[in-house]
């Protein structure tokens, strides 16, 4: 059984993209980590990259070019200061020089070393390969970027083929939804009390509330950051940023100088429904500009859907529970963590694999299940909850125009949130014993349809929208 943390389903990372961005750049820092360990580090001479299927057919829009070079330049995607990224583009792009992992100077030309294949490797939709030459000779290593900034060898692919057992040291260890709550009734524990349980094998108390500490800041900065930002979006598209707008339309006049009393503000403010819709969009719009402008999100479960946790997380703060706090937030995220992991284990969080449905579809699902908790939800309804908000996302495709996490990604994280709340709000009103879908059901079917999709519709735009909506019409 795969062990997955909930730090795995929840990544600070850099946008636009976890798979075509975060994941490239992880894969960089894992290529320079093997040349170190087996001493070919210092030899190298020349490097050149290629870039296969979607990652190629996209890599423009997702950065994924510009991903690769700040990953070999030594950057961490959690801490680098966004603010510097143009300008270690720049000087490389000026200068034709790579400071590879900022120790050594490497003559590298983007345009050239960097080169876009429209081929897919078998293994997975989205590979690279690293090429160091060393005394005149290649030495290679290919990646794969499977989603939520995941990335694997394929290594990996023989080792499930020749069935290896990988020894998983959580105590409670889930594979599906039904494991999930044969745990939780035999152990009388909430789904995040069962999670907390398997994190506490993994790491400290204080440890835990650190990170999920730094992620939801790291959420909530994203949001405020989005809600306050005016102007276009990179990319060619001159799409307007419509977080501002909707913001300063919302927010009234009582003054403020920060995220958290920003929050304090929202609470104030009238909450009639349409009031409701428009925060909740407004929230999920925010944390996806800053997304699509390559500011730091947390990847939840990708870049492309890093909107829907943040804003639903939001809503129940500002809307539902003026009073809640820190256990509160970390409930949320506990939850969302182990059924974005169901999802991982039974299908895919990759668009290039499974279409926008395994991003936007999943996060919903996340979200839902979370919010179902808080809310007072049994683990049975939580688990209900995540599969009616999966089951309404089947079969949405992912058709980026231009390669850009843009249109329409940005506006479904917003249709993900507000049916992530009416998951969790129909899951209450659910007797579990009635249900027809089960969560495990829509997870193989969510696979089967992954499948069952043209290539075109997952994440290569070459389909949908990307061919429907030219760009010179934009």
Same mark, same amino acid.
């Given at each position: 059984?795969?062990?997955?943390?909930?730090?795995?389903?929840?990544?600070?990372?850099?946008?636009?993209?976890?798979?075509?961005?975060?994941?490239?750049?992880?894969?960089?820092?894992?290529?320079?980590?093997? @040349?170190?360990?087996?001493?070919?580090?210092?030899?190298?001479?020349?490097?050149?990259?290629?870039? =296969?299927?979607?990652?190629?057919?996209?890599?423009?829009?997702?950065?994924?070019? @510009?991903?690769?070079?700040?990953?070999?330049?030594?950057?961490?995607?959690?801490?680098?200061?966004?603010?510097?990224?143009?300008?270690?583009?720049?000087?490389?792009?000026?200068?034709?020089?790579?400071?590879?992992?900022?120790?050594?100077?490497?003559?590298?030309?983007?345009?050239?070393?960097?080169?876009?294949?429209?081929?897919?490797?078998?293994? /997975?939709?989205?590979?690279?390969?690293?090429?160091?030459?060393?005394?005149?000779?290649?030495?290679?290593?290919?990646?794969?970027?499977?989603?939520?900034?995941?990335?694997?060898?394929?290594?990996?692919?023989?080792?499930?083929?020749?069935?290896?057992?990988?020894?998983?040291?959580?105590?409670?260890?889930?594979?599906?939804?039904?494991?999930?709550?044969?745990?939780?009734?035999?152990?009388?524990?909430?789904?995040?009390?069962?999670? @907390?349980?398997?994190?506490?094998?993994?790491?400290?108390?204080?440890?835990?509330?650190? #990170?999920?500490?730094?992620?939801?800041?790291?959420?909530?900065?994203?949001?405020?950051?989005?809600? /306050?930002?005016?102007?276009?979006?990179?990319?060619?598209?001159?799409?307007?940023?419509?977080?501002?707008?909707?913001?300063?339309?919302?927010?009234?006049?009582?003054?403020?100088?920060?995220?958290?009393?920003?929050?304090?503000?929202?609470?104030?403010?009238?909450?009639?429904?349409?009031?409701?819709?428009?925060?909740?969009?407004?929230?999920?719009?925010?944390?996806? #500009?800053?997304?699509?402008?390559?500011?730091?999100?947390?990847?939840?479960?990708?870049?492309?859907?890093?909107?829907?946790?943040?804003?639903?997380?939001? =809503?129940?703060?500002?809307?539902?529970?003026?009073?809640?706090?820190?256990?509160?937030?970390?409930?949320?995220? @506990?939850?969302?963590?182990?059924?974005?992991?169901?999802?991982?284990?039974?299908?895919?969080?990759?668009?290039?694999?499974?279409?926008?449905?395994?991003?936007?579809?999943?996060?919903?699902?996340?979200?839902?299940?979370?919010?179902?908790?808080?809310?007072?939800?049994?683990?049975?309804?939580?688990?209900?909850?995540?599969?009616?908000?999966?089951?309404? /996302?089947?079969?949405?495709?992912?058709?980026?125009?231009?390669?850009?996490?843009?249109?329409?990604?940005?506006?479904?994280?917003?249709?993900?949130?507000?049916?992530?709340?009416?998951?969790?709000?129909?899951?209450?009103?659910?007797?579990?014993?009635?249900?027809?879908?089960?969560?495990?059901?829509?997870?193989?079917?969510?696979?089967?349809?992954?499948?069952?999709?043209?290539?075109? =519709?997952? #994440?290569?735009?070459?389909?949908?929208?990307?061919?429907?909506? /030219?760009?010179?019409?934009?």
């Amino acid at each position: 059984m795969e062990c997955i943390s909930v730090f795995d389903m929840l990544k600070i990372g850099v946008g636009p993209s976890s798979s075509h961005t975060l994941g490239p750049w992880r894969a960089a820092e894992r290529w320079i980590s093997e @040349l170190k360990a087996s001493g070919k580090f210092s030899k190298v001479e020349k490097i050149t990259v290629d870039l =296969y299927g979607s990652l190629s057919l996209t890599g423009k829009g997702h950065a994924t070019d @510009l991903a690769i070079m700040l990953g070999l330049s030594g950057a961490d995607p959690e801490r680098v200061p966004t603010e510097s990224i143009n300008e270690i583009i720049s000087d490389i792009k000026t200068s034709k020089t790579l400071h590879f992992n900022n120790e050594t100077p490497i003559a590298f030309t983007p345009e050239t070393d960097i080169v876009f294949n429209k081929k897919f490797l078998p293994f /997975h939709s989205n590979g690279l390969t690293f090429s160091a030459t060393i005394n005149g000779r290649k030495s290679k290593s290919t990646f794969y970027s499977i989603g939520g900034g995941f990335v694997v060898k394929e290594e990996r692919k023989s080792a499930k083929a020749n069935k290896k057992i990988f020894y998983c040291t959580l105590p409670y260890p889930v594979e599906n939804g039904t494991q999930l709550l044969e745990k939780c009734k035999q152990l009388d524990l909430s789904i995040s009390e069962l999670v @907390l349980e398997n994190e506490k094998s993994l790491r400290d108390v204080e440890t835990i509330d650190f #990170e999920l500490n730094r992620i939801w800041t790291t959420m909530l900065e994203c949001m405020y950051t989005g809600c /306050h930002t005016e102007g276009n979006l990179p990319g060619g598209l001159n799409v307007r940023r419509r977080a501002f707008d909707m913001h300063q339309k919302l927010k009234g006049d009582l003054p403020y100088s920060n995220a958290e009393e920003w929050m304090q503000i929202i609470r104030k403010t009238e909450v009639k429904f349409r009031q409701i819709l428009k925060w909740v969009s407004c929230f999920a719009l925010a944390v996806n #500009e800053v997304n699509a402008s390559l500011g730091r999100v947390v990847t939840a479960p990708t870049n492309g859907s890093a909107g829907v946790i943040p804003a639903v997380l939001m =809503y129940y703060l500002v809307i539902e529970n003026h009073d809640a706090d820190f256990e509160h937030i970390k409930r949320f995220l @506990l939850v969302a963590g182990e059924i974005g992991s169901i999802f991982k284990k039974g299908a895919t969080i990759s668009a290039a694999m499974g279409g926008c449905q395994a991003e936007i579809g999943v996060s919903s699902a996340m979200a839902a299940g979370a919010l179902c908790e808080l809310l007072g939800g049994t683990p049975e309804q939580v688990v209900v909850a995540a599969e009616i908000a999966m089951e309404h /996302h089947l079969g949405l495709t992912c058709d980026p125009i231009g390669g850009l996490v843009q249109i329409p990604c940005i506006e479904r994280n917003s249709m993900g949130a507000i049916k992530a709340i009416n998951a969790a709000e129909l899951a209450l009103e659910t007797d579990p014993n009635n249900v027809k879908v089960p969560l495990d059901k829509v997870v193989s079917t969510m696979w089967e349809t992954a499948k069952d999709m043209n290539s075109k =519709y997952k #994440e290569t735009s070459e389909g949908g929208l990307a061919i429907g909506v /030219h760009l010179s019409d934009c």
